[in-house]
């Protein structure tokens, strides 16, 4: 499970576009990463809009921003055209980012327990540390509350 101040872990997705993220790459560049339940659901449409919005103040900032779920990339692709994203989503379909990052959780919801993915956000430092991150993240204000955060660094 990700702790701040410990190197991210690493992995390797497929990304919206084409192409593979390696996060190891990124190295020398502060990331943002969003974790996220699923495409094209209400709260889920606010953030990615809201990130894709901010993007450009990220880039001002130095920080690369990509939004990660369990789905599919053809789903992602459609998602992204769909809502004129401009954020990279990243397809993490095994789950392996989600459970070595500790996104992945029992959740309760109209009386049913099940798994998914607890929405949160990880800021990366150049050197590959996580400097901070957010647990069951609310959707109003979040972009802007990371970006000051990224901006800080």
Same mark, same amino acid.
């Given at each position: 499970?990700?702790?701040?101040?410990?190197?991210?872990?690493?992995?390797?997705?497929?990304?919206?576009?084409?192409?593979?993220?390696?996060?190891?790459?990124?190295?020398?560049?502060?990331?943002?990463?969003?974790?996220?339940?699923?495409?094209?659901?209400? $709260?889920?449409? =606010?953030? !990615?809009? &809201?990130?894709? %919005?901010?993007?450009?103040?990220?880039? @001002?900032?130095? /920080? *690369?921003?990509? $939004?990660?779920? =369990?789905? !599919?990339? &053809?789903?992602? %692709?459609?998602?992204?055209?769909?809502? @004129?994203?401009? /954020? *990279?989503?990243?397809?993490?379909?095994?789950? !392996?980012?989600?459970?070595?990052?500790?996104?992945?959780?029992?959740?309760?919801?109209?009386?049913?327990?099940?798994?998914?993915?607890?929405? !949160?956000?990880?800021?990366?430092?150049?050197?590959?540390?996580?400097?901070?991150?957010?647990?069951?993240?609310?959707?109003?204000?979040?972009?802007?509350?990371?970006?000051?955060?990224?901006?800080?660094?």
């Amino acid at each position: 499970m990700a702790d701040t101040h410990q190197t991210a872990p690493d992995f390797s997705l497929p990304a919206t576009g084409g192409g593979t993220v390696t996060l190891s790459d990124l190295r020398g560049s502060a990331v943002v990463l969003f974790f996220y339940p699923r495409d094209d659901t209400s $709260g889920c449409t =606010k953030e !990615s809009i &809201a990130f894709s %919005e901010s993007l450009g103040e990220f880039a @001002d900032a130095g /920080v *690369t921003v990509f $939004g990660i779920s =369990k789905d !599919s990339m &053809a789903k992602h %692709e459609k998602f992204a055209a769909k809502h @004129d994203l401009k /954020v *990279t989503l990243l397809s993490d379909e095994d789950g !392996s980012a989600c459970e070595d990052f500790g996104v992945w959780k029992e959740k309760k919801m109209y009386g049913k327990t099940f798994m998914g993915i607890e929405r !949160s956000t990880f800021l990366i430092n150049a050197d590959g540390q996580i400097v901070q991150e957010w647990r069951k993240v609310k959707v109003p204000g979040h972009a802007e509350a990371v970006l000051d955060a990224a901006r800080a660094l």
